[in-house]
């Protein structure tokens, strides 16, 4: 018995039980009939229909078929991959030639570890804006920060994951996952007010407030929890002063000057109304943000190749100044360089699109939504009693339905009308369901980028035994724990008190 309690299984089996899991289970949902139906509204024309949702099993020939023949163009078409291998390649570039060495070893000199730490969280959070690319690009930079400053990486790692999860439905402004909920909230909150409408800037106070209170819980926590719960790192090397010279400070120059040039036409391109400018915008929306982040948008299209552009004009111009790039062979070299060793970690990628592809095709999260959705419809709640039970039950269907729009989507046609109903406002149900998705995002990996997460973490293990999958949920497990009691908290203290949730939102219908 206490040599089985030793024994951590490898993430990679851990990934492979899941899915034969998923599979039984979903054999299990179907035989005994597990289903449930809610009414669907059209957006578009408010009508509503009836859907039943139910589990298919894919413990037959049939579900089997469709996970063989699937794989391979559900791993090609999945977003982290392609995402995290064009952004490595910026990175590797910047980390090569220098660049971040020289701004980490500026940074980590003249800032406290605290105010890094609350930064890097802080951006983490507000990185909702721009949609799922925070994942890629804060895990690596932050590994490579602590290491640079002699900190645990782990740790680093550990924190801006529970940044980007915690702070995935907190924005000051609507995102696009807001605004395709909004239209939900609209649709709905129509059929019994006519005259309902809700601006962009409806829930900017309690959000504002809300970053700014998670950024320092997350920090805090970090900082005086974690520090001593995370896998120990050590630095084989003894600490060496890293000194800068001219070369450095030029390369810095060069890279910034190029940067802003950059980032100059790429802003100029994102604004509308001036001359020849918003060419990366779709004017077939309304919200400014869906004009930025629409299906359509070049900006959405192209936003990781924009930002991976960034990086590699910052590393190239850098390595030019400081002479660490001198030909066309240092260059190309430099940009493969993140991408050495990426092996594990396309494995694990890998497993997880195919236990999301799994889980998704059977259902099962979809089920469990509708089931909790009519919960809260035939409860005849009310007040206080209703915010509580649907963050509680969006919070738990959160694990098993990471998709925000598609849980709304189940989700409104009961929840609004019976906030309206109990004198609450269409914005504050919404409210309520994002803050309570914050809570559990982290601490599931359906979530898609939660493989990354995992891949640097065993990145970094300098143990012989790997970091366990459930390892690596443990460490959120205290994230949003806490994280959810003080959002939780704020929700109700602005119910109490009636507090407008920003400019046109309030707590009351």
């Given amino acids: 018995m206490n040599r089985l309690k030793k024994i951590k299984l490898n993430p990679v089996m851990t990934f492979i039980l899941l899915i034969l899991i998923t599979i039984i289970l979903s054999g299990f949902l179907n035989l005994i009939g597990f289903e449930a139906t809610y009414n669907k509204i059209n957006i578009d024309t408010g009508e509503y229909t009836v859907v039943s949702e139910s589990v298919e099993s894919l413990l037959n020939l049939r579900g089997i078929k469709y996970i063989f023949s699937t794989t391979v163009s ?55 804006i721009a949609g799922d690319i925070g994942y890629v690009i804060m895990i690596p930079l932050t590994a ?44 709905t909150a129509k059929g019994i007010d006519q005259s309902y409408y809700l601006g962009t800037f409806a829930f900017f106070f309690i959000m504002t407030f809300t970053i700014i209170v998670c950024a320092f819980v997350i920090t805090f926590i970090t900082e005086r929890i974690s520090i001593g719960k995370v896998e120990k790192y050590e630095f ?69 190749f924009i930002v991976t552009m960034f990086f590699i004009i910052l590393g190239l111009f850098y390595g030019i100044g400081a002479k660490t790039i001198k030909n066309n062979n240092d260059f190309c070299e430099d940009l493969t360089h993140s991408l050495d060793g990426t092996g594990r970690t396309l494995i694990l990628i890998l497993l997880g699109s195919i236990l ?32 509580l039970a649907l963050f509680i039950f969006v919070a738990i269907s959160g694990i098993f339905l990471t998709n925000p729009v598609n849980k709304w989507a189940i989700l409104s046609t009961t929840v609004v009308p019976a906030f309206m109903n109990g004198g609450l406002s269409p914005e504050f149900a919404q409210l309520v ?53 003080v959002l939780l908290i704020i929700i109700i203290g602005w119910y109490l008190i009636g507090l407008p949730t920003g400019f046109g939102g309030s707590v009351t219908a």
Avoid at 81 to 109: A, C, R
Avoid at 151 to 157: A, S, V
Avoid at 363 to 374: A, E, S, Y
Avoid at 441 to 458: Q, R, W
């Fill in 74 to 128: 559900n791993f090609t078409a999945f977003t982290p991959l392609s995402m995290l291998i064009i952004t490595l390649i910026g990175i590797g570039i910047m980390e090569k030639s220098g660049f971040l060495k020289t701004v980490f070893t500026i940074l980590t000199k003249f800032c406290k570890k605290y105010t890094i730490t609350f930064w890097l969280v802080f951006i983490s959070i507000i990185f909702s």
């Fill in 236 to 304: 084989k090397e003894e600490k060496k002063e890293i000194r800068l010279g001219k070369r450095e400070y030029r390369g810095l120059i060069f890279a910034i000057a190029a940067g802003a040039i950059y980032l100059l036409i790429f802003v100029y391109n994102i604004i509308p109304g001036l001359p020849f400018s918003g060419k990366l915008l779709d004017y077939s929306q309304h919200y400014y943000i869906d004009k930025l982040f629409s299906y359509d948008s070049f900006f959405s299209n192209g936003f990781v």
């Fill in 144 to 187: 490579l920060l602590f290491t640079y400053g002699r900190r645990n990486p782990i740790l680093g790692i550990v924190a801006v994951y529970a940044g980007l999860t915690c702070g995935s439905g907190l924005s000051m402004f609507l995102t696009s996952i807001d605004s395709e909920m909004l239209s939900y909230t609209l649709a």
């Fill in 433 to 485: 369901t994002r803050f309570a998705e914050c809570s559990t995002i982290g601490l599931t990996p359906l979530l898609a980028y939660f493989v990354i997460y995992l891949a640097y973490i065993e990145k970094y293990n300098q143990s012989d035994k790997p970091v366990g999958l459930i390892t690596t949920l443990k460490y959120q497990v205290r994230y949003g724990l806490i994280m959810g009691v």
């Fill in 356 to 387: 999301i592809n799994v889980f998704k095709k059977s259902n099962i999260g979809v089920v469990l939504v509708t089931t909790f959705t009519n919960i809260i419809g035939k409860g005849n709640l009310s007040g206080l009693i209703l915010i």
